[in-house]
C-alpha cells in the first residue's frame, strides 16, 4: 500500500515541480504504472491459480479491461484528441484493488469477489465511457 501510494503521486509531484514534466519522464511513468498494475494483479492472479479459485477469469478480464483503459488513452492522445476522464482511472481501481486485497487479508468473506466484481463492472463502464469520448472528439 505505501509502494503504491508514492506512485499514485509521481506524476502529480512531477508536474508540479520547478522542472516540470517532460515527455520522456511521462512515458517512463507510465510506463512503470502499467508494470506495476501487472505485478499487483499478476500476484493476486498466480495465488487464485494456484488454489484453483475460480475468480481467475473474473481477474483476466480486469487486467484485460485496465489495460485497455490505459490505452484507449494513450492511442487518442497519439491521435491527437484528449481523452481524460472516466469513472474508474487509474488511481481508483487501484484503491478498488488495494482495498479489497487488504480485507482479505483480514479474513472478511467475499471480499475479493466483491473487489474484483466492482473493479470490472467499474473499468467496463471506464472503457466504455473513455471510446465515447473519443468517439465525439474525432467528429
Do not use: H
Not at 2 to 17: E, K, N, P, Q, Y
Not at 61 to 71: A, D, K, M
Amino acid at each position: 500500500m505505501f509502494f503504491v501510494l508514492f506512485d499514485l503521486l509521481d506524476g502529480t509531484i512531477a508536474r508540479l515541480s520547478d522542472k516540470g514534466s517532460n515527455a520522456w519522464g511521462a512515458l517512463l511513468d507510465s510506463t512503470l504504472d502499467r508494470l506495476t498494475d501487472a505485478v499487483i494483479i499478476g500476484s493476486i492472479l498466480w495465488y487464485l491459480i494456484d488454489v484453483g479459485d475460480r475468480l481467475v477469469p473474473l481477474v483476466l478480464i480486469t487486467v484485460v479491461l485496465g489495460f485497455l483503459i490505459s490505452y484507449i488513452k494513450a492511442r487518442s492522445e497519439s491521435l491527437g484528441i484528449p481523452c481524460n476522464g472516466g469513472l474508474a482511472e487509474r488511481s481508483e481501481r487501484l484503491i478498488i484493488l488495494v482495498t479489497a486485497t487488504g480485507l482479505t487479508g483480514l479474513q472478511i468473506p467475499y471480499s475479493l469477489a466483491i473487489g474484483f466484481w466492482v473493479l470490472a463492472l467499474a473499468s467496463l463502464f471506464t472503457v466504455l465511457q473513455r471510446l465515447l469520448i473519443v468517439y465525439k472528439g474525432s467528429k
